[in-house]
């Protein structure tokens, strides 16, 4: 299990906002570029979003770009990601973990390791 916890989830409506953040071990956080995950009831899990060490290279899943904002405070080794607009469709298990882009805007985590997670329900 990577050493992460995730928090900020909860049952928002649609249209709405949501804040997670994650707080990770100096042995991860300083060292890999940091995203976020989800994985839908039934479905496989999918990369959301991916933020470099340096904060400079951002890359977001096409089904969520201009809605969620991915960010890092290095010095507090948490990262965020700011939910708007949410979309029933967004719901499920929101992970934080290291991440890579391999080719096609594919997200992945390349220590195959998960937290806990945080559950985002967005319904009416």
């Known amino acids: 299990q990577v050493p992460v916890v995730e928090s900020g989830g909860g049952l928002v409506q649609p249209g709405g906002s949501l804040k997670l953040s994650c707080t990770a071990s100096?042995?991860?956080?300083?060292?890999?570029?940091m995203g976020w995950f989800r994985q839908a009831p039934g479905m496989e899990r999918e990369g959301v979003a991916c933020?470099?060490?340096?904060?400079?290279?951002?890359n977001y899943a096409d089904s969520v770009k201009g809605r969620f904002s991915i960010s890092r405070d290095n010095t507090k080794k948490m990262l965020y990601l700011q939910m708007d607009s949410l979309k029933p469709e967004d719901t499920g298990m929101y992970y934080c973990?290291?991440?890579?882009?391999?080719?096609?805007?594919?997200?992945?985590?390349?220590?195959?390791?998960w937290g806990q997670g945080t559950l985002v329900t967005v319904s009416q």
């Open positions: 973990a290291p991440c890579t882009v391999l080719a096609g805007n594919n997200i992945q985590n390349p220590l195959l390791q």
């Open positions: 100096e042995s991860i956080f300083l060292v890999y570029a």
């Open positions: 933020l470099s060490l340096s904060s400079t290279v951002i």
